[in-house]
């Protein structure tokens, strides 16, 4: 009897898993082609991308790491011009159009660990629902548009949130290495070492040799980090991470001693970083992340889980290079878009409210609806 049951589970979960796929596919595939149907074709780079485009063409032609280029964020373009490598052509769109079908690539297979990052919390429908917020985010289709390095940042903080929080080590220090990779496409994933550090104590307080073992995690985040910073230092005598924090740091202290001419005073740069700061995460939660994320949250402490304070704890940290960029009145919505995945967990604690007051096919095509208005309105491109 007990050995049927156990036959009986173990097709149950096969089919779940197989049912999950499958969704998971046709979830990716929509969303890829939302993104075709929007891409620009024959339209160039514009902007920081024309930037990334053309470091990796010269790694591609020189065949070496190219160099005068001064920007910090090199992971992206370093990473880009394997693609290129692939490629020969005479024309420059090609390859513009390789960058950004790359792109739309990465944000795609960011879908996955959305996914599991729901499952942390909900069901396997309730996760799926997640993936599909997401997949359908019409901030982050514009963006995977464009060719820039937000959204190969936003997979790799994703990942490694996701991995930090798994029962196996190995994947935990493995989850250090990924994050050590998303400072390398952009210096502000050194703030997210922040959010490992807290989740590694919290998780391992109980285990005898902690410390060292967190020395080995944080050695295997700077072993990743070395190669890049030297061959940084050696093009233009900045590292591109801790000297662009310490120049963070001496533009703030000059602020306080009202030395700085970027801001009049420290109030005044406080104030223009906290307005900003609500002001664009309000704009990027629309359409729908602005009702359900408030409320998720609130509904989401009611439940007590203790992995809801690493997703509160990730937005605020993951919030502080945009509310600096935002006191330097840097009027940017790209540096909240790493939210989005928190986001999509936290809409789920009030659709699960919703689904558990409410018929759930009306819920349905409830959300159904307010994923299909900005993906078919003209604001998407705006």
């Not at 109980?206 to 995690?217: D, G, N, P, S, T």
């Amino acid at each position: 009897m007990e050995r049927g049951y156990k036959i009986l589970k173990k097709v149950k979960l096969d089919y779940i898993a197989k049912r999950t796929i499958l969704y998971l596919i046709i979830i990716s595939s929509v969303s890829l082609l939302i993104r075709l149907f929007y891409f620009p074709f024959d339209i160039p780079l514009t902007h920081d991308a024309v930037g990334y485009f053309w470091y990796a063409i010269d790694t591609k032609v020189l065949e070496h790491l190219a160099t005068d280029y001064g920007f910090p964020n090199t992971g992206w373009p370093m990473l880009l011009s394997l693609f290129f490598g692939i490629m020969d052509s005479n024309n420059f769109i090609d390859y513009m159009t390789i960058q950004r079908l790359v792109t739309i690539v990465i944000s795609v297979l960011t879908i996955i660990p959305v996914y599991f990052l729901c499952k942390k919390f909900f069901n396997n429908s309730l996760s799926l629902l997640g993936a599909l917020l997401f997949a359908f985010e019409p901030n982050m289709i514009q963006n995977s548009i464009l060719g820039l390095t937000d959204i190969l940042y936003i997979f790799l903080i994703t990942t490694s949130f996701l991995l930090v929080q798994s029962s196996n080590k190995k994947l935990v220090y493995f989850a250090f290495a990924i994050a050590s990779l998303s400072a390398i496409v952009r210096y502000e994933g050194l703030v997210f070492l922040a959010v490992l550090t807290i989740i590694f104590f919290i998780k391992f307080r109980k285990e005898k040799q902690v410390v060292l073992k967190y020395i080995f995690a944080i050695g295997i985040f700077i072993l990743i980090l070395l190669p890049v910073m030297y061959l940084r230092i050696a093009d233009n005598g900045e590292d591109g991470l801790i000297s662009h924090i310490l120049a963070g740091v001496q533009v703030t202290s000059d602020i306080s001693s009202n030395q700085s001419e970027i801001s009049p005073n420290l109030a005044t740069f406080l104030s223009n970083g906290f307005q900003s700061l609500l002001k664009y995460t309000g704009w990027v939660m629309i359409p729908y992340f602005v009702i359900f994320v408030p409320v998720g949250i609130i509904l989401g402490i009611k439940t007590k889980k203790p992995e809801l304070f690493y997703i509160i704890l990730s937005i605020m940290i993951l919030s502080i290079p945009a509310f600096y960029a935002y006191s330097r009145e840097i009027q940017e919505t790209r540096y909240l878009l790493v939210l989005m995945p928190f986001f999509s967990v936290l809409s789920l604690f009030m659709i699960d409210y919703i689904g558990n007051k409410t018929n759930r096919r009306k819920l349905f095509f409830i959300l159904l609806e307010l994923l299909c208005i900005p993906l078919f309105g003209r604001t998407i491109l705006r």
